[in-house]
């Protein structure tokens, strides 16, 4: 149980366009759902938190017109790198938390976005 | 700050052998967690002790909390080739507890 599924695993994209990463929880309805960005040999870097429903709140020095995130249904996150620049080039990863479940988080398989 | 800092940041040692992991922090907690990774993958979450717990178990892995060292470990017993990955261990934000940071994590390695 608690599967939480990412696509694309990797993107490829020319600088000036924007690409949407999905994250979905396969089995259980995630209360909340965290989006973050993972550079080489780096912890992870917490971009944003997600409720379904509700505007995304975004970590300090985070762009939200840049990283636009849209948490439409308990099971499904978006994140849209808009106007993505080589400096986006970067490991996405999404997780998924259940209230009941306690604080756990799950993850995704992350999103390896590369931008040209 | 409030992320918990890992020691050593890499490991290597023979299959079989037990691996060692410690974490520090500085803020007061109510539950800490260590996850795995493997390379290019995400995270998977391993075991959570809660503040009032001193040790827990699951199956090879076992883990220690003290509160007034304000410190963890993650033993995995019997390492396997295929334990070899990344460690994190993960303290909740103060006052957002859904809120996860991680440490910069430990390489560990297990030679067959």
């Known amino acids: 149980g608690a599967v939480v599924s990412q696509h694309p695993s990797r993107v490829i994209c020319k600088s000036g366009t924007s690409v949407k990463i999905e994250c979905r929880s396969l089995d259980f309805q995630a209360t909340t759902m965290f989006w973050y960005r993972q550079f080489p040999k780096k912890s992870l870097m917490l971009m944003a938190t997600?409720?379904?429903?509700?505007?995304?709140?975004?970590e300090q020095g985070v762009e939200k017109d840049k990283f636009l995130i849209n948490h439409a249904s308990l099971t499904l996150s978006t994140l849209t790198v808009t106007s993505a620049h080589p400096e986006d080039s970067s490991f996405y990863i999404c997780?998924?938390?259940?209230?009941?479940?306690?604080?756990?988080?799950?993850f995704g398989p992350g999103t390896r976005l590369t931008v040209t | 700050s409030q992320q918990g800092e890992e020691d050593p940041q890499a490991l290597s040692i023979q299959e079989g052998e037990n691996a060692t992991m410690n974490c520090s922090y500085k803020?007061?907690?109510?539950?800490l967690q260590w996850y795995r990774q493997n390379s290019g993958r995400g995270l998977v979450h391993l075991i959570l002790?809660?503040?009032?717990?001193r040790e827990k178990h699951s199956g090879r892995l076992r883990v220690t909390l003290d509160t007034s060292k304000k410190s963890s470990s993650l033993l995995i017993t019997a390492s396997r080739a295929a334990d070899t990955a990344s460690y994190f261990c993960a303290i909740p934000v103060t006052g957002a507890n859904s809120k996860l940071t991680f440490g910069k994590g430990i390489t560990l390695s297990v030679r067959p």
């Open positions: 002790i809660r503040s009032n717990e």
């Open positions: 997780s998924a938390r259940f209230q009941g479940f306690g604080y756990e988080q799950y």
């Open positions: 997600s409720n379904e429903g509700s505007k995304a709140t975004y």
């Open positions: 803020t007061s907690i109510n539950n």
